[in-house]
């Protein structure tokens, strides 16, 4: 009877090889061990360092190299695994073989750069004893262990979020077809390409196509893990399908390249780019979710700067720091690889279709006008909100007018990739250099009957109050004069590692000590926490050198921040002091002039929540979290809040909103100015005020008390204030 043989599949290998499995428990144990030991440690370390601080920023250290040594360690040992047990390969599997394995002969190159250990003969024999005589299933085969290695946070930083598996197989069903030339310009570990190579083995294509449908298809990355992970996948589904002795196997070309700066890799990777430029049928993906300011070289930034700019697609300076790094493949991609009449076909972030930064993006300048939306609405599969979007590259130099382009079909679907609608998204309005938001055409029919409020140009962002951990403090006591003060511990808490400073005991005069809140701390109607924060400014809010030194005390304080500041603030910044990053785009001195009531409304979040604040009674600094507008009129602060906690006012901005923001959106609806006489905006006044004083209550009984609690208990309060939010809305 023939033995059944064990086949390996990516759940195996999370399970054998994942960060809670024994193999790496004792494997990271044993790499620790060898740090001191092993002359070559040092010399890879660097290199090491040097390739990846590109990629993840400066904030990278041993115990993260350990950990990539250890996913390359695995790859080597699979592929030295499968190559002992093929009949057709001259491997004996032992130990000593092991050891002496060089992958660079099967142009696995990228192995040797970064290989600086191999397994001892007790983890080999373990490993080996595991995977030994194991078939591969036809699959991608290490997102789910590189996922489980490599904390999100980590790979976050590099904007990847990797593709379910079932969105992967539908996108290549929907638009590959076999012999299509095609490139993934940030493949990861491979997700797209090996479902098509997959497609392609699976075909009932002779063995010479698929050898040349193979051969058609490439992948980019800049990260030498996810290129080693995709190259060893492929590499072992080609030991499955494949009989080697018979005939050579495909090339594999995948290549460790920067996509939007391929020029500049030639030389490093022995490849002719001029063969690739403008050559591909298909580009097909998950480009980087990352943003400008997320980019963490300032050349770099530059690059992308520059880049946005040639492409016809960078943002008003206002929101060079949102330009995505998705919006700038979809565009450059294609202009440097695509055929004419060829497609692209991208995960993207929903904030394409409806982030101020991305108007010029939505000119779809380059593309045919037959482009293709899918969206999931209530079933996104990833934290942040996204689409696929489809488009046919036509050039530069094409008489298509951006009217032309719209409105876009459009499919939506479930969480299992079911079909649900087909639909047409249009935008709100289009000019010559670009679109506003893009949204379902029924919603966009209800919000063409709406008008602009008169408000949206008097509320203004809060300062940024930022690192918190320099200037948010607890106070002690009084001495002398002074306010003894140490590090907000809860603000400590939620600090970035970077910014993770802790002070104690330090002196301050009083005159420094400002009233300020989170986000966090407001609820609707009511803000229930206040931070002390230490801002270095005189009576007109601005940093006065002189006036500091009449203040030893604060002046000491502040310069020891400052040099905190200046030490572990981004390369990339060019805000080079703490006072000039508190009060960037003067959000902090225009607070001068505030008046005796305020109205204060989260910047970001699911809903709105809104609350007054009375500076008679204590002055308070508004954050950046939040939004605010100043008046003299009472009346009028608590009417602005019973509108901006209307439930129903929130669920019209959810049609409008992007995944991250609500900034001035509230005022993209008719808030009309308030008028003392209006009988509704007396009566909306008049339930504000009730709502305050009962959600201070609340938070009396309840210091910890939640947005949806209040919202429960003020439930037939909030139908009053919809009610009467209609009305004023009507008139």
Known sequence: MEEIKKSINSQFISEIFGRSSEIYRQSIKFLKEQVEKQKPYEEKFKKWKKIFTKIYGYDINSELFLEHTYFILVLELLVFSKLSTHKNFNFKGTYEEYLITNLKELKLIEFENLSWIKFNRKLFDIILDKIQDATYAKEELFSNIYQEIFLPDIRHKIGEYYTPSHLVQRMVEDIYIIGLKILDPSCGSGKFLINIICKILNSSESNPLKFKAISNIYGFDINPLAIMATKTNIFLLF???????????????????????????????????????????????????????????????????????????????????????AAIFFYAIPLKFLKQKGKIFFVMPKSVLNGDHCYKFRAFSIFEKNLEIWDFPNNYFFNVNHICLKAQYVGKDNDISIEERYPIKTKLFNDKLELKEDTIYSSISIANDGAKLILPQQKLDFLHKLEK???????????????????????????????????????????????????????????????????????????????????????????????????????????????????????????????????????????????????????????????????????????????????????????????????????????????????????????????????????????????????????????????????????????????????????
């Open 239 to 325: 030991l499955e399908f494949f009989n080697v002795k018979n005939q050579r196997i495909p090339e594999i070309n995948i290549f460790l390249i920067d996509s939007l700066f391929i020029e500049l890799y030639e030389k490093e990777t022995n490849i002719d780019v001029n063969h690739l430029y403008n050559s591909f049928d298909l580009v097909i993906g998950n480009p980087p979710w990352l943003t400008y300011k997320d980019i963490h070289l300032k050349d770099y930034q530059n690059k992308i700067r520059e880049l946005a700019q040639n492409l016809g697609i960078k943002p008003p300076s206002q929101y060079t720091t949102h330009i995505e790094l």
């Open 453 to 731: 409020s008169p408000y949206k140009d008097r509320f203004f962002q809060g300062a940024t109050l930022v690192p918190r951990t320099l200037i948010f403090f607890k106070k002690k006591e009084k001495r002398n004069g002074y306010l003894i003060i140490s590090s907000d511990s809860d603000v400590l808490s939620r600090a970035k590692k970077q910014w993770k400073f802790e002070y104690e005991n330090k002196e301050i005069e009083r005159e420094f000590q400002f009233k300020t809140f989170l986000n966090m701390d407001l609820i609707p109607f009511f803000i229930k926490r206040k931070r002390t924060v230490f801002l270095p400014v005189n009576e007109q809010f601005e940093f006065d050198l002189d006036y500091l030194q009449k203040y030893p005390k604060a002046l000491k304080f502040y310069k020891d921040m400052n040099n905190i500041y200046q030490k572990n603030k981004k390369k990339t910044s060019a805000i080079n002091t703490l006072f000039a990053n508190i009060n960037y785009w003067n959000k902090l001195k225009k607070q001068i002039n505030n008046k005796a009531f305020m109205i204060v409304y989260n910047a970001s979040g699911s809903n709105l929540k809104a609350a007054v604040i009375d500076n008679n009674e204590q002055r308070v600094i508004i954050g950046s979290e939040n939004y605010y507008y100043s008046t003299n009129s009472k009346n009028e602060a608590y009417y602005l809040s019973a509108i901006l906690n209307d439930p129903n006012l929130s669920r019209n901005i959810k049609l409008i909103k992007s995944s991250r923001h609500i900034h001035k959106r509230p005022f993209l609806f008719p808030i009309p100015l308030y008028d003392k006489n209006d009988p509704f905006h007396k009566r909306l006044t008049k339930i504000g005020k009730k709502c305050e004083l009962l959600v201070y209550d609340l938070v009396m009984n309840n210091p910890r008390i939640s947005t949806e609690k209040v919202k429960t208990i003020l439930y037939q309060k909030l139908i009053k204030i919809q009610k009467l939010t209609e009305q004023v809305f009507l008139d």
